[in-house]
């Protein structure tokens, strides 16, 4: 039976609030969530994307704030205790401004690569992170090749010219930054080919077709990893979706046939690739990658961003996302910028959320809902912890996970503007849980099993 520990509340007015343990129901009645023992994906983490706009943000605060933060994202006795974080191979749209690792034009030979930029905005971020949380898990994408190796020559827009020596080279530009990176001491552990490999914006892009990802992967990335020896894993993403969003949705079925089903049904191409990554729209053909390559592991590889006004609305909105894909069996979730100042403005224009602002005239961080969100779900969801299976009317309102000691956390939304008793079971004893108006609750038992 479960045996409660913890009830955990954050609302509008108060954020994470320790709340008296729930009433034992003995009038009966039913549960509008039970657990059951069913027991689903592996758990790999949480965690976000270190930009460069971030690691100038966190540089405006005062140093005992500064390493608090950073404490709180990345150590194991933190708030957060991210787990597995994502990092750009060149300008991402959240740098201070475009750039690669070579842009010297003609450079098949990847003689003029430097990550030297690297060293003054993202390794310092990076080893700070790493310092607090060795086993900080990494992985990486480009937002665009270098221009030289685009049709057109622009960093926007525009796609990767497809010949044969263009691609060598940019096989060769995946394996020159791991490892650049590792001799930075700096691992790693995961490649993603191409953040939104449909995004045609003005900040730094590329498109690519599924034809294109199952080519490039199968006949020269793949190839050669495995010519210098690297351990790094091959994933297929980032995956998203093209706008208008409306005309997306009217077709929304064929992305899994256009992009993942397009590589992972090629076997030379699906022997190099560990994984699959999603985000933003690319929820729409998540549930349909997983059921027909459910050996498969799977990643939220970006939160979706709003208009950096960081609402209570938009928190309520990205707990529906957390729920959405951990349904649908992702095995990490990540957040996209961790850090950055007032409204989030980036380098291209337009102003995005985030968990933490910096206010530089006040000299102070300030830690909004979507912290919170990520909160209720990572610092209890630790690394090896399973989702296991939950029914009932509240079952769209919540995640359940085991976690590697044995206990059970149910993460749970009251997305109603007036308070809302929901009943919690594993089918013996029943608890009361009296949910403030539009809050985020986590809740921790025991199982103990009867003799």
Same mark, same amino acid.
């Given at each position: 039976m479960l045996q409660p520990k913890r009830?955990?509340?954050?609302? !509008? +007015? =108060?954020?994470?609030?320790?709340?008296? #343990?729930?009433? @034992?129901?003995?009038?009966?009645?039913t549960a509008e969530l039970t657990l059951t023992d069913a027991v689903y994906q592996n758990?790999?983490?949480?965690?976000?994307?270190?930009?460069?706009?971030?690691?100038? $943000? @966190?540089?405006? @605060?005062?140093?005992?704030? =500064? /390493?608090?933060?950073?404490?709180?994202?990345?150590?194991?006795?933190?708030?957060?205790?991210f787990s597995i974080c994502r990092l750009p191979i060149g300008a991402s749209d959240y740098a201070l401004e475009w750039y690669s690792h070579n842009e010297t034009d003609g450079d098949y030979a990847m003689e003029h690569f430097s990550i030297e930029r690297d060293r003054k905005y993202l390794?310092?971020?990076?080893? +700070?992170?790493l310092a607090l949380n060795p086993e900080l898990k990494l992985f990486a994408s480009p937002w665009s090749p270098p221009t030289w190796m685009k049709h057109p020559k622009a960093y926007n827009y525009g796609t990767l010219r497809w010949e044969h020596e263009n691609l060598e080279a940019y096989a060769?530009?995946?394996?020159?930054?791991?490892?650049?990176?590792?001799? +930075?001491?700096?691992?790693?552990?995961?490649?993603? &080919?191409?953040?939104? &490999?449909?995004?045609?914006?003005?900040?730094?892009?590329?498109?690519?077709?599924?034809?294109?990802? !199952?080519?490039?992967i199968r006949d020269y990335l793949?190839? $050669? %990893?495995? !010519?210098?020896?690297?351990?790094?894993?091959?994933? @297929?993403?980032?995956?998203?979706?093209?706008?208008?969003?409306?005309?997306?949705?009217?077709?929304?079925? /064929?992305?899994?046939?256009?992009? $993942?089903?397009t590589v992972l049904s090629d076997p030379e191409a699906y022997k190099y690739i560990k994984g699959v990554g999603y985000q933003w729209a690319g929820k729409w053909a998540i549930q349909r990658t997983v059921l027909s390559y459910p050996e498969l592991r799977y990643m939220q590889t970006e939160n979706e961003?709003?208009?950096? /006004?960081?609402?209570?609305?938009?928190a309520q909105y990205v707990f529906n996302l957390f729920q959405h894909y951990f349904t649908n069996r992702v095995n990490a979730y990540i957040y996209?910028?961790?850090? #950055?100042?007032?409204?989030? =403005?980036?380098?291209?224009?337009?102003?995005?959320?985030?968990?933490? /602002? &910096?206010?530089?005239?006040?000299?102070?961080?300030?830690?909004?809902?979507?912290?919170?969100v990520m909160k209720h779900f990572s610092h209890f969801v630790t690394p090896g912890s399973k989702r296991i299976g939950q029914q009932g009317h509240w079952f769209g309102n919540? &995640?359940?996970?085991?976690?590697?000691?044995?206990? !059970?956390?149910?993460? #749970? $939304?009251?997305? %109603?503007?007036?308070a809302r008793t929901v009943r919690i079971s594993d089918g013996t004893e029943i608890y009361g849980f009296e949910l403030e108006p539009e809050s985020f609750n986590t809740m921790l038992f025991d199982r103990q099993i009867n003799e």
């Open positions: 009830w955990i509340s954050s609302t !509008r +007015e =108060r954020s994470w609030e320790e709340k008296g #343990l729930p009433h @034992l129901l003995t009038n009966g009645g758990v790999e983490g949480f965690g976000g994307c270190f930009n460069e706009l971030g690691f100038v $943000a @966190l540089s405006q @605060l005062p140093e005992e704030q =500064r /390493t608090r933060v950073l404490f709180d994202l990345f150590h194991p006795d933190g708030e957060q205790k390794i310092p971020y990076i080893k +700070e992170a060769l530009y995946f394996v020159k930054f791991v490892q650049a990176y590792k001799e +930075e001491g700096i691992t790693v552990h995961q490649i993603h &080919v191409q953040n939104e &490999v449909v995004a045609d914006q003005k900040f730094p892009s590329c498109v690519w077709t599924g034809e294109q990802l !199952r080519e490039f793949g190839p $050669a %990893f495995e !010519r210098h020896g690297l351990d790094t894993e091959i994933w @297929l993403g980032t995956i998203n979706a093209p706008e208008p969003w409306d005309e997306w949705v009217k077709k929304k079925v /064929t992305d899994h046939d256009a992009y $993942a089903h961003c709003g208009d950096g /006004t960081n609402t209570w609305e938009y996209w910028n961790m850090v #950055l100042g007032p409204k989030g =403005r980036s380098t291209w224009g337009w102003e995005q959320n985030s968990m933490i /602002t &910096v206010d530089k005239e006040q000299q102070r961080a300030i830690l909004n809902p979507e912290y919170y919540a &995640v359940s996970y085991v976690t590697p000691s044995g206990e !059970r956390v149910v993460v #749970l $939304a009251n997305p %109603f503007k007036e």
